[in-house]
């Protein structure tokens, strides 16, 4: 976190820890909003003041993600112009858009995912730290980012450019961010959020049901699913909308459920109890988690697993401690055969960091 918010290092070399610069900026909210949240799950099963510290700068690195565009509007990246990586980081950015805020730049083209992590996080915190300041923070970014979003009708506005995304096809994830709004702030989004579930609840289905169709291209979309119906029902009470976001939920399960996806399986406890087969080969994923490497070294298994759809992709899933290097790795196909790097970039280990604490939070995992 050289700049408050989550970056990968790059090395010298494969063999050096001499950081040269930083990489994968344009996820860096994303990331930023899971790491909060393995932190605050770790600080309400711990108590740790580490913990409690490590989330506090992460949500220092969110607010300043909102206020460095001057609008509101979340930015990927923040990074100070003085900094010796900032040539770097601003030249693999440069399609995203790179603006200037005081003394720093902010990378733009913000995506739907980065709204997602980032609401997941500080939900995370809000409920999770016992701590009224981070209360009153947590509820002035989710609130100042829900009436940006609202006033510029769902979608992701970019000063002196054209919107960068929408969620207009969304319904579900427009719900799940007005859930947390509420949450937070009754007040001002309970009202809204109870207009939108009556006219739309049922249209929650649809989008997910649309990409439970393929369970191999953009796996990135089956993490956003997953951590937006946790909340969405998690903190619902009302019978018939839980029918309509628990149908939308099992279906995006029915799709993912072999995958080995500890992550998945996490919220899967969290939302449906205990399950003995279940947890057991969770706690199985985590631990071949550990044998992975830190780094973006390549791999290649293809003559290893059997291919079905094409050379590049396994018939099954890939064995967790096997698959390719990435930044999240429950967000990448777990069919996927061939990839990563030169083994220069270090990933964060987030992948391994939330869904333990939330095993610990929920009971899978007693140390």
């Not at 001057?70 to 900094?83: F, I, K, N, Q, Y």
């Not at 209360?135 to 979608?155: E, G």
């Not at 099992?250 to 899967?268: E, V």
């Not at 996927?336 to 391994?352: P, R, T």
Request: charged share 15%.
């Amino acid at each position: 976190m050289p700049f408050g918010t989550i970056l990968d290092p790059i090395f010298a070399s494969a063999a050096s820890d001499d950081i040269v610069g930083y990489t994968r900026c344009g996820d860096s909210a994303i990331w930023t909003g899971h790491y909060l949240a393995a932190e605050s799950y770790r600080y309400k099963v711990t108590g740790d003041p580490a913990a409690l510290a490590n989330a506090q700068k992460a949500l220092a690195g969110i607010q300043t993600l909102v206020e460095a565009t001057g609008t509101d509007l979340l930015a990927r990246c923040v990074v100070p112009m003085s900094s010796i990586y900032a040539a770097g980081i601003a030249r693999e950015e440069a399609g995203n858009g790179v603006h200037v805020s005081g003394q720093t730049y902010w990378i733009g083209n913000t995506s739907r995912d980065q709204y997602l992590g980032v609401f997941f996080g500080l939900n995370a915190a809000y409920e999770l730290l016992g701590r009224t300041d981070v209360q009153v923070t947590a509820q002035s970014l989710i609130t100042r980012m829900l009436n940006f979003l609202i006033s510029n009708a769902w979608t992701v506005a970019i000063p002196g450019g054209p919107p960068s995304t929408t969620f207009i096809l969304r319904p579900d994830q427009q719900l799940g961010l007005l859930q947390i709004g509420r949450r937070v702030n009754p007040a001002a989004i309970s009202s809204r959020y109870q207009n939108l579930a009556s006219a739309t609840a049922a249209l929650a289905i649809t989008p997910v049901a649309l990409e439970s169709q393929n369970d191999r291209d953009s796996y990135f979309k089956f993490n956003l699913d997953a951590i937006n119906l946790f909340n969405l029902i998690r903190l619902e009470s009302d019978p018939r909308l839980l029918s309509s976001y628990r149908t939308a939920y099992g279906i995006f399960r029915d799709a993912t459920k072999s995958h080995m996806n500890a992550h998945f399986n996490i919220i899967d406890r969290a939302l449906n109890g205990p399950d003995a087969n279940r947890d057991e080969e969770t706690v199985t994923y985590l631990y071949q988690l550990l044998a992975r490497p830190a780094r973006d070294v390549f791999v290649d298994l293809r003559g290893q697993f059997p291919t079905c759809t094409n050379s590049d992709q396994s018939c099954n899933p890939i064995p967790v401690n096997l698959r390719v290097p990435t930044d999240f790795l429950w967000q990448r196909s777990p069919f996927q055969l061939v990839g990563g790097g030169s083994g220069l970039i270090e990933s964060a280990g987030i992948d391994y960091l939330l869904p333990y604490w939330m095993a610990r939070y929920y009971g899978l995992l007693k140390h």
